[in-house]
């Protein structure tokens, strides 16, 4: 099982902040492939991967990263802190 | 090194002055406020997002980067989170060093990677309804300058 986040926008597109999925993805573009496949608001969320940012176990990371031994995945758009 | 990631507000003249008492070989203290802009007059309310955890230790890894890079005797860094009015204060970083280029730059530094690398998002809550800050193409240009 692996913990999925999600902020901003992508939380509000998706419709909850959190969630456990089982899955065999191999990387993080698999995963996102499997969650759009599921439902219209997971295909819309993701839509535009330039517009979205990946962080594995809380350090930003890239969506050809692969996710073995990964417990923690985010998705987030850019940030904006300061 | 001191960070804190909170929903509370601050006393910006408060901690500046506590961060500059606490300094024994620092010869320069620099402070930065970021206070909520509100763009004519229209802004009800900022809210600003974080990943709580995460937020924590990006902050951390740049902080130590900045006291490695100028060799800070100190380093403060203050960011709020949740709904905030306009002209509140929203963040502060401080930065102490024996001479003032090093305290300067560092707090640019510190600047230019809480935009883009710590974990927030702010939305801007109007009287026409909210939306999301995007984040700017200049800001991650500012990244490659250091």
């Known amino acids: ?82 | 090194m001191r960070l804190s990631v909170q929903t509370a507000p601050f006393d910006l003249g408060a901690e500046a002055n506590a961060f500059a008492a606490a300094q024994t070989t620092a010869g320069a203290v620099v402070t930065f406020t970021g206070i909520v802009r509100d763009n004519g007059g229209t802004l009800s309310a900022m809210e600003i997002e974080h990943y709580p955890g995460m937020t924590e230790r990006a902050i951390a890894a740049i902080m130590e980067e900045a006291i490695r890079r100028w060799s800070l005797a100190d380093a403060l860094v203050i960011h709020r989170h949740g709904r905030l009015a306009a002209q509140e204060p929203i963040m502060m970083v401080a930065t102490a060093a024996p001479h003032r280029a090093d305290a300067f730059a560092a707090a640019e530094f510190l600047m230019d990677y809480l935009k883009s690398r710590a974990p927030f998002w702010k939305k801007e809550i109007g009287a026409d309804g909210a939306a999301w800050v995007a984040a700017k193409d200049e800001d991650e240009a500012a990244l490659t300058r250091w």
Do not use: H, N
């Open chain 1, 1 to 82: 099982m692996i913990e999925i986040l999600y902020f901003a926008w992508v939380r509000e597109r998706i419709g909850l902040p959190r969630e456990k999925v089982a899955t065999q993805a191999a990387t993080v573009r698999d995963l996102i492939a499997e969650l759009s496949a599921r439902e219209e608001r997971y295909a819309m969320a993701f839509a535009d991967l330039e517009s979205l940012r990946v962080a594995l176990d809380q350090e930003l990371s890239d969506f050809d990263a692969p996710l073995s031994g990964v417990r923690e995945v985010a998705f987030f758009p850019p940030m904006t802190g300061g």
